[in-house]
C-alpha cells in the first residue's frame, strides 16, 4: 500500500472508531420487545396456500415482515391517543362508532367508497424518523437473532444513523446505514358510542352527518382495531373488521397499545392473517400506477388527492389547491424522493470518510422497511451499480491511467429493505436474507 493509501486508512480507521464510540447500542422497552418477538413469531408461522412456491413465499414474507413492522410502529402511535381528534359517523345508524384516523378522512366511509375530510391524527413529522429508527434496528436486532446471526446494532451521531457490526468475522465487518422508514399506514383506532343526537325543534334528533368530537372519557374505555376485509356481498367490495386491543388506562400509559396487541396477536389466531392480507393488498394499491383504486388505497401514507374529489373537499387551509387524503411527506419506507436524494448523499459522505480500512470491512448503504416502491427506477436504478475511487491528480479520465492497486468502492453496498434488498456485497446478501 502507498503512502498515501497507508494516510487514508489510518485516518478513516480513526473516524471509524471514533463513530462507533460516540454510538449506543439500539435497545427498548420489555412491551417494544416482547411486541416484536410475538410478531415475528406469527410471520414465520403463517399459513400460506399449500400451491405456492417458494419464490413466491419468500417474496410474500418480505411483505408480511412488513406489515408487521407496521403493526410495531401503529403500536407507538397509538400511545399518544388523546380526547380529541375523533371523528363520528353516522353510518351505519345502528352501529354508531367514532374513529381515531391516520389518513385524513373517516375510514368507515371510505371503505364504502366515501369520502368525508377529517384531519389525521399522524404525529408531528419530526418525531417519526427517530421512532421508526429505533424500532426498525430492534426489530432488525430480532430477525438477525432468530436466523442465528450476532449482529451489534449501535444508533450513531451525525452523519451515521445506525451501525451494524458483526464480530464474529475476522476481519470485523461495520455497515454504516443511512436509516430512512416510514409505515404503509397505520390502522385506525375505533370506539362504540351512542347515537349521538342534536336538539331541533325542542326534540332530539339523530345526527345525520359528521362531526369532529371530543371525547369527555377515554381511558379504561374499550378501544379497538380497525380492519377492512374482502366482501363480495359489498357495494364496494369491502367491509369493516374490529379487533379489541385493551383500553388506555390514563395519561401516562403510553404502552398500552403494545400490551393489547401483544394478547391479541396471541389470543386470537385470526388476527395477524386478516391483518397481513388487508395489508398486502393495500401495499399493492399503493404500488399501482392504475387509475382505478380500490378504497383501501385511502388508508395509505402519500396516496394523495381524493379521486373523484367531492364538492365538500375542502381547500388548504394555507396555499393553493385542496387538501390531500395524505401527501408526499409521508411517503412510504425510502420512497419520499427527498429521503433518497439525501440518503445517497449520506452514503457517498459515508463511504468517503470512512474508505479505505484497513483493519475492517467497512460498509456502506440504505436501510428501510420498505424499498422505494414508486421511485426506484426513476432515482436508484442508474445509481445501484456505481463504484468510486479517488485521484488527487485530478487529471485521470481512463482506468487505464490508474495504478493496477487502486481500489473501488460501491457507491451502495446495499440498498437494504424486509421487501427487496439490492447487495453488492456477499455479508450484506447473507445476512439481510429473512
Known amino acids: 500500500m502507498d503512502n498515501q493509501n497507508s494516510f487514508l486508512s489510518n485516518k478513516v480507521g480513526h473516524w471509524i472508531s471514533e463513530q462507533t464510540g ?22 414465520y408461522t403463517y399459513d400460506y ?77 419530526g418525531s417519526i424518523g427517530a421512532i421508526t429508527s429505533k424500532l426498525l434496528g430492534m ?30 468475522k475476522k476481519p470485523e465487518i461495520y455497515l454504516f446505514a443511512e436509516v430512512k422508514s416510514a409505515p404503509l399506514l397505520t390502522l385506525p383506532l375505533a370506539m362504540k358510542t351512542e347515537k349521538m343526537t342534536q336538539e331541533e325543534d325542542n326534540t332530539a334528533k339523530a345526527l345525520i352527518s359528521h362531526e369532529s368530537v371530543n371525547i369527555a372519557q377515554l381511558y379504561s374505555k ?27 388506562e390514563n395519561e401516562k400509559d403510553s404502552e398500552w397499545a403494545y400490551k393489547g396487541i401483544i394478547k391479541l396477536l396471541k389470543t386470537d389466531k385470526d388476527f395477524f392473517s386478516t391483518y397481513a392480507k388487508f395489508w398486502i393488498e393495500a401495499m399493492n394499491e399503493y404500488e399501482s400506477n392504475n387509475e382505478g383504486k380500490q378504497p383501501i388505497f385511502w388508508l395509505t401514507n402519500a396516496c394523495g388527492q381524493p379521486v373523484p374529489r367531492p364538492e365538500s373537499w375542502p381547500r388548504r387551509a394555507s396555499g393553493a389547491g385542496y387538501e390531500s387524503v395524505s401527501d408526499g411527506k409521508t411517503s412510504v419506507g425510502m420512497d419520499r424522493t427527498d429521503d433518497i436524494k439525501k440518503a445517497t448523499y449520506q452514503v457517498l459522505k459515508l463511504g468517503a470518510e470512512g474508505k479505505p480500512a484497513i483493519d475492517k470491512i467497512y460498509l456502506v448503504g440504505i436501510v428501510s422497511n420498505i424499498h422505494a416502491v414508486r421511485h426506484f427506477d426513476e432515482y436508484l436504478t442508474n445509481l445501484k451499480d456505481i463504484i468510486w475511487t479517488r485521484d488527487e491528480s485530478g487529471t485521470i479520465t481512463n482506468a487505464s491511467q490508474l495504478d493496477p492497486n487502486t481500489e473501488f468502492y460501491n457507491l451502495f453496498d446495499g440498498i437494504i429493505s424486509l421487501t427487496n434488498t439490492v447487495a453488492r456485497n456477499s455479508w450484506i446478501k447473507k445476512t439481510f436474507d429473512f
Do not use: M
Open 222 to 248: 374499550p378501544l379497538e382495531l380497525f380492519i377492512p376485509i374482502r366482501d363480495a356481498k359489498s357495494h364496494s367490495g369491502w367491509q369493516v373488521k374490529v379487533y379489541s386491543i385493551g383500553s388506555k
Open 139 to 168: 426489530f432488525l436486532g430480532a430477525l438477525f437473532k432468530k436466523h442465528g446471526s450476532d449482529i451489534e446494532i449501535r444508533k450513531g451521531s451525525e452523519p451515521v444513523d445506525t451501525i451494524f457490526i458483526d464480530k464474529t
Open 49 to 125: 396456500p399449500s400451491n405456492v412456491l417458494e419464490a413466491e413465499k419468500k417474496r410474500l414474507r418480505g411483505l408480511i415482515l412488513a406489515s408487521a413492522f407496521d403493526l410495531l410502529v401503529s403500536a407507538e402511535y397509538f400511545k399518544s391517543v388523546g380526547h380529541s381528534g375523533w371523528v363520528y359517523c353516522p353510518f351505519p345508524d345502528n352501529n354508531p362508532y367514532i374513529y381515531y384516523p391516520y389518513t385524513n378522512i373517516c375510514p368507515r366511509c371510505v371503505v364504502s367508497n366515501g369520502f368525508h375530510f377529517h384531519k389525521a391524527n399522524k404525529p408531528p413529522s
Open 22 to 43: 460516540n454510538s449506543y447500542i439500539v435497545s427498548g422497552s420489555d412491551n417494544e420487545s416482547e411486541l416484536i418477538k410475538t410478531l415475528i413469531e406469527n410471520v
